[in-house]
């Protein structure tokens, strides 16, 4: 009877540790489940919003679609749109936003603009002193491979992003209030010649890139310009905040050397002196022409 009772006990014990073992199977389940869920609709623009952060208050999507990044007399026109997204956390008692990076890594994407002009704008052959390098920059001249893209990159992570809604939306001053966003910012320049690795900036100096929709108040020689807050309408019901034809703008920003083009950052004086580098702040602007998207972290969430 003894050995019976044990293994009844032993029977009943091995199956409630199946049952239990079926329902932590159920909740890990419902688990990947959510976490491989993505917003459906007009909130599907915020699919790479980071939501499953518990610090994640609200989701922001800002599409730059015109305007130029202008580095003394060197202007490369926006023409490829790029995108800024990711999530927002709780302001602090100064406004700032925390800012959380894009599920997919691509909290700014990598979208190459056309530098007019060129690699002949850049880079004379003759001015390389270098023989072999010289020699590679005829050799690309003559295959006609003579562009140059640039890529405006973050060069810190997404957290060191400052955001501030508030100034978002406000065509205030700067200063004497912050600027509504900053990206640290580094510009890749690519075309063979250079190589992989030619940037303008970089995460121990980057370019920090302070734009907002108020006036500028830039060192000389650069003036005041004015940036505009655009057109505010709602979508899914209230729930999606748009913002159309807004302008975010910048020209009190400096721009350090460059480092790494061509063999060994044989080019970087070139490159340097073409474009006037370092460039102090007050010779620098940027105008970002673009429309944003934000909605709360439930809202979005709830559409899955």
């Known amino acids: 009877m003894r050995k019976h009772r044990i293994m ?10 199946v049952m239990v073992a079926a329902l932590m199977g159920l ?18 623009v915020f699919k790479q919003c980071p939501i499953n952060n518990e610090e994640v208050k609200g989701c922001l999507v800002s599409r730059a679609e015109s305007g130029e990044l202008k580095i003394k007399s060197t202007a490369v026109p926006i023409v490829n749109t790029q995108t800024l997204q990711g999530g927002l956390g709780r302001e602090s008692e100064t406004g700032q936003e925390p800012f959380f990076a894009a599920k ?28 072999i390098l010289r020699i590679s920059c005829e050799a690309v001249f003559e295959n006609g491979v003579t562009g140059v893209n640039a890529t405006l990159e973050l060069a810190k992570p997404a957290s060191s992003i400052y955001i501030n809604e ?31 690795e030619c940037y303008i900036g970089s995460s121990s100096e980057p370019i920090e890139l302070a734009l907002t929709t108020g006036a500028t108040s830039p060192p000389a020689p650069n003036k005041s310009i004015k940036g ?9 019901q209230g729930e999606i905040l748009v913002i159309k034809h807004n302008t975010l ?29 370092p460039s102090a702040a007050g010779n620098n602007t940027a105008v970002l022409n673009n429309t944003v998207e934000q909605a709360g972290h439930y809202a979005v969430e709830e559409s899955e």
């Open 166 to 196: 508030d100034l978002l939306l406000s065509e205030l001053p700067y200063p004497p209030y912050p600027p509504a966003l900053v990206l640290p910012s580094k510009i890749k320049l690519e075309n063979p010649l250079l190589g992989n």
């Open 8 to 17: 009844g006990q032993a029977g009943t014990h091995s199956r409630k540790f």
């Open 104 to 131: 997919n890594g691509e909290t700014l994407s990598k979208t190459s603009q056309k530098v007019p002009g060129g690699l002949l704008g850049l880079v004379k052959c003759n001015e390389i002193g270098n023989i």
């Open 228 to 236: 505009k807050v655009g057109e505010i309408t709602t979508k899914a």
């Open 249 to 277: 703008v910048g020209n009190a920003f400096a721009v350090p050397k460059a480092t790494g083009c061509g063999l060994l950052g044989l080019l970087n004086g070139i490159i340097d002196s073409k474009l006037g580098l």
């Open 27 to 44: 909740a890990a389940l419902g688990m990947a489940s959510s976490a491989l869920a993505t917003p459906t609709g007009e909130f599907s």
